[in-house]
């Protein structure tokens, strides 16, 4: 099931061996959680408050000092890139210089990302909804379908502020929708996102502790509703092989919601422009008329990972995937490494690491964390 949250990669196995981490050194754990619990509620009461040129310019050092420190997440980052450019470039040799622009370019509209999180409570509605560079004929077709009482799903990519989003298209006239967010730790964090979200107007349902959200999700497409998922990556392990720039990915089986309820499946990208916001909403991906539950779900998951490709080439630099989504990275026994990281010494696509990695210069600061 596709969620709006951005969790730590891994599955079943990763989970245990969090389980088991968390049995061996509990009181650290719980000091660490407590401890990014208090600076999640710091970040929303002190960042609203200081000028907004302060706040930029301390989010975009930490986005650089990640980006120098070239950890476990950003290799992943620069791996996922890398794919994109190799496909949009159609040749298998990156430049070495623009992957490292682009992956610093996408933690700097990371970093935007978090900020606008923390500010978005005291940025205006007038502002995010005129701040929206809308193109496409389909903002149109979106609410005709609700007008007439026919369900939509919109599923999106980690791309851009959809948080934004979500405020924009409640503000044109969606009333409301329903979103699934993966439990965070420390549960404080995540009943902060929580209410933060459900202030925005939206209806967020747990993935995991609540029961299965997929039910809840039809009942609101039969009933008319809207659905908004970040879809582009299988965070259950229930998602849906396709190919995705040039290779074997998994990502939610979002489509199964549109197979059982007969709601419009619509993917849509969201991305920054300039000081404003650019959203598309595209064309409906249809049920396929013949094939089996399960090859409609695979056709359909398909075109939309068609349309993910088009939309994460128009604006790589806005495609947030700090976690691995590619067949390869995925399975330890062809390439892939377990921990999400790459070999010692060497970048996300595999090619040797300098100590320096340009940007701001200078040596690699001790300290700091990813965004």
């Known amino acids: 099931m596709a969620v ?25 754990r719980a000091l660490s959680e407590r401890l990014t619990g208090a600076a999640y509620q710091l970040g929303w009461k002190v960042i609203c408050r200081v000028p907004l040129s302060w706040a930029r310019w301390a989010f975009a050092e930490v986005a650089d000092i990640a980006w120098r420190r070239q950890g476990p997440g950003v290799q992943v980052l620069e791996a996922n890139l890398r794919r994109v450019l190799v496909w949009k470039h159609h ?31 005291v940025i205006s509605t007038e502002r995010l909804v005129t701040g929206m560079r809308f193109q496409g004929p389909n903002e149109a077709t979106l609410f005709a379908h609700l007008k007439a009482g026919r369900g939509v799903i919109i599923a999106l990519p980690h791309m851009g502020n959809f948080d934004q989003a979500g405020v924009w298209v409640i503000a044109r006239g969606a009333g409301t929708f329903t979103t699934v967010a ?30 299965s959200p997929f ?9 008319g509703g809207l659905v908004c998922l970040v879809s582009d990556r299988d965070l259950k392990e229930s998602g849906v092989e396709v190919e995705m720039f040039g290779e074997k990915a998994r990502i939610s089986a979002v489509a199964a919601l549109a197979v059982h309820t007969g709601a419009a499946l619509m993917p849509t990208a969201t991305w920054f422009d300039g000081e ?8 409906e991906i249809p049920v396929p008329e013949t094939g089996t539950r399960a090859e409609k779900v695979a056709a359909m998951s398909q075109q939309m990972a068609r349309v993910f490709e088009q939309a994460i080439a128009e604006h790589p630099q806005d495609w947030h995937m700090l976690q691995r989504v590619f067949t390869a990275d995925l399975d330890p026994a062809r390439g892939g490494w377990g921990d999400g990281s790459f070999p010692r010494g060497t970048r996300g696509d595999g090619s040797p690491r300098e100590e320096q990695q340009g940007g701001s210069g200078g040596d690699r600061p001790p300290g700091g964390t990813e965004p």
């Open 4 to 28: 709006l949250s951005r969790p730590p990669s891994g599955g079943d196995s990763a989970r245990r061996r969090r389980r088991q981490g968390q049995q061996g050194r509990a009181p650290g």
């Open 91 to 121: 040749d298998p040799q990156v430049d070495g210089k623009e992957l490292r622009a682009l992956s610093r370019a996408a933690l700097q509209s990371y970093a935007r990302y978090w900020l606008e999180a923390f500010r978005l409570p």
């Open 182 to 211: 993966e439990r965070l730790r420390p549960e404080s964090v995540y009943e902060s996102f929580l209410r933060f979200r459900q202030g925005l107007g939206f209806e967020v349902l747990p993935l995991t502790g609540g029961g």
């Open 215 to 223: 039910g809840i999700l039809a009942q609101r497409l039969r009933a």
């Open 276 to 283: 404003d916001w650019g959203a598309r909403i595209y064309d």
